[in-house]
Each structure stands twice: as structure tokens, then as C-alpha cells.
């Protein structure tokens, strides 16, 4: 779900209007909340709030480039349908106490907190009228304290379909496929953490994690205020699907907001 509206999403929007809009800027702001599993295979769910903050810059020969909340991206149009886009973010990690406001998950006591780390990744995106496909890859720039330099690959395809003036309706389905640094580091349990756990040691390997889609129903208010709802779902596979961690194989998504294009 995290993959609509994302500064990946905007950045590809944009460059179709590169040439009719060179050296203006796009600023979008939002906010709303969500209601999500408290990590991936987890049986319980914590509302968690979302802020929207990206700005993208539209050049006259170079593309656009955007930074927001989720890291930084430079993409130019290499033909009318085909995209590249190379980028800069920030994978968080996991905490052990999950939650922001009032009491917090702690089934994952004892595996300790999984450090963030920088990220440096790439972007090929096809558009066929108001359809996506895309492939992206994401890549640590350090080694994470359970597993290493993580890895992972994305493939999947965006739709989008207006209803009438005031409705549309975002949709995705993809795929995430993991390096063996990263399926442990997220979905394993090394000897250290099945002593402090209550979990069995497990040892992921690479390969597929996940299968997830979703679908955001947005309203236009005017030009520049969106409200939007959606709903959303995963479905863990492989090594992820048969790690200790993991209580339930599918998870659901809720989320509504707003945002606001200046």
C-alpha cells in the first residue's frame, strides 16, 4: 500500500508534463492515519499516523527531481512510455517495543531492535496509458545488526481509474523479493535472539517474501485538496511465510487522509 502516492509515484506523474511545466515545483502536504499489522506476520494490528511531505522540482533537460519524508529521487523520461529514476532513502529497521502513542507491541521481546540504515536504489517504470509496471531495487549502504547488507526487489504494476470529475480509484499489485541478508534480518531468528525470545532459531534464506496489493479511492475536493481511503493486503511466501515470527501469513491495510498540492 505504501507504494501509492509515494515520491516514486509523483516523480513518474510529473515527467510527461516536464516539457510543458519546465522550471516550476510541486509541493504536497497530508496527513491521515492507518491500521496495519505491528510488523509483517504479526496476528495483532496498531493504528499508526501518516504525514505526507514531498516536493519535486521540474527541469527543462534533466528530468524532475523530488525529495520528501521516504528519501530523495532524480527520474527522466528515456522514452514518452519508459522511465529511470535513481534514489536515496531510509530503510527505519524494526523496533522490539512497536508503537508510537500509548501502550506498545511487544510480542518481538528479546529479538532486540533491527538498526536502520541508508538506502541507495533504482527505478524502471513502463506506462501504458493508465497503466505501470515497474522494477525497483533498494540496497543498504551499511550491514544491519541480524542479517547484513539487505537487498530487495520489487516488481509490480499500478492502475488508475476516474470514476467521473470528483473520483478516482488508485490500484496496485506486486511482489517483494529478498536477499538472504534481508529475509533474516526482518523474518529470522538467530541463536542469540531464540535465547532472549519466546521464538524458535530460524534461518532465512533468499527469495520471494511477499505478495501484497491495494487500492486507494480518492476524492478530488478541488485541484489542489485530495481526501482519499483505501485498503490494502500481503501475503507472506517462502521463508518469510514459515518463520517462527510469523503468526499470520495474510495482513490487512486500512488507511484515510488528505492532502494538499501547492
Not at 14 to 32: H, K, N, T
Not at 39 to 55: A, H, Q, R, T, V
Not at 239 to 250: H, I, V, Y
Amino acid at each position: 500500500m505504501k507504494r501509492l502516492k509515494t515520491v516514486a509515484t509523483i516523480v513518474v506523474g510529473l515527467l510527461p508534463l516536464s516539457s510543458s511545466m519546465a522550471g516550476e515545483s510541486v509541493l504536497v502536504l497530508g496527513g491521515g492515519a492507518s491500521f496495519m499489522p505491528a510488523y509483517e506476520g504479526s496476528s495483532k494490528y496498531l493504528f499508526s499516523p501518516l504525514i505526507d511531505l514531498n516536493y519535486g522540482y521540474i527541469s527543462d533537460d534533466y528530468g524532475v527531481f523530488s525529495i520528501g519524508l521516504e528519501g530523495a529521487e532524480w527520474a527522466i523520461g528515456i522514452t514518452e512510455s519508459l522511465t529511470f529514476s535513481s534514489r536515496i532513502g531510509y530503510d527505519a529497521g524494526r523496533d522490539e517495543k512497536i508503537g508510537i502513542l500509548g501502550s506498545k507491541n511487544e510480542d518481538l521481546k528479546g529479538m532486540g531492535d533491527l538498526d536502520g540504515s541508508m538506502t541507495v536504489g533504482a527505478e524502471i517504470n513502463y506506462s501504458i496509458k493508465d497503466y505501470q509496471l515497474y522494477a525497483s531495487v533498494d540496497m543498504a549502504t551499511s550491514d544491519r545488526k541480524y542479517g547484513g547488507r539487505t537487498v530487495n526487489v520489487e516488481l509490480g504494476g499500478i492502475g488508475y481509474y476516474q470514476i467521473n470529475d470528483k473520483w478516482d480509484v488508485e490500484y496496485t499489485l506486486a511482489t517483494v523479493w529478498g536477499n538472504k541478508a534481508y529475509n533474516q534480518a526482518y523474518f529470522g531468528v538467530s541463536k542469540q535472539q531464540a535465547n532472549r525470545s519466546r521464538f524458535n532459531e530460524y534461518d532465512a534464506g533468499s527469495g520471494f517474501k511477499d505478495i501484497h496489493s491495494g487500492a486507494i479511492l480518492n476524492y478530488n475536493v478541488n485541484e489542489n485538496m485530495i481526501l482519499y481511503t483505501g485498503i490494502g493486503a500481503y501475503y507472506l511466501v517462502g521463508d518469510a511465510a514459515k518463520s517462527s515470527l510469523t503468526e499470520q501469513r495474510l495482513g490487512w491495510v486500512g488507511l484515510g487522509g488528505i492532502r494538499y498540492t501547492f
